[in-house]
């Protein structure tokens, strides 16, 4: 499925402020709440919209440590990425994971207290399969975080 005009305006709506009532939305998109509604479960159900969530104050919840961490296999094969990545998912101060080109096969964002629970998760990540080498890169100051997606390039 192709996505209208209307269907961007409502993933911007979404993007900007994803407690809007039904029928607010409607209102912003210039639609009636039943069609709007309608539309909305179809971006869900074609898995334009993934799920919603409320953005943290890393610092006020006790998480004020941001870590970038580079990590590299022993090897290309798939069995032991699949494992890594699997193992990944059990370690919950990490909250991001990206398969990477470069000089690291993953990158980790992390979040910690402080360095002796940042050390804790570098520990985990060191027993992880098939982990060669790791860098890590502290986060001075979140400059943009949680921007919304740009979809002016999406030509309906």
């Known amino acids: ?28 998109v210039h639609l009636s709440p039943s069609p709007c509604h309608r539309r909305v479960k179809a971006l869900e159900n074609m898995g334009f919209i993934t799920g919603y969530r409320a953005i943290l104050c890393r610092e006020k ?26 193992a990944v998912h059990n370690i919950d101060s990490i909250v991001a994971c990206y398969l990477v080109s470069g000089s690291a096969d993953y990158r980790l964002e992390v979040v910690a207290e402080d360095l002796s629970s940042y050390e804790e998760t570098l520990k ?23 921007s919304s997606v740009p979809l002016h390039h999406y030509d309906p």
């Open 61 to 86: 919840i006790g998480l004020p440590i941001t870590v970038f961490v580079d990590v590299s296999l022993d090897t290309n094969k798939e069995e032991p990425s699949i494992c890594f990545e699997s």
């Open 1 to 28: 499925m192709s996505l209208d005009g209307v269907d961007l305006k409502i993933l911007e709506a979404l993007q900007s402020d994803g407690r809007l009532t039904n029928v607010q939305l409607s209102e912003r």
């Open 124 to 146: 985990a990540i060191q027993r992880l399969p098939s982990v060669q080498s790791i860098h890590s890169n502290f986060s001075i100051r979140t400059i943009k975080n949680g």
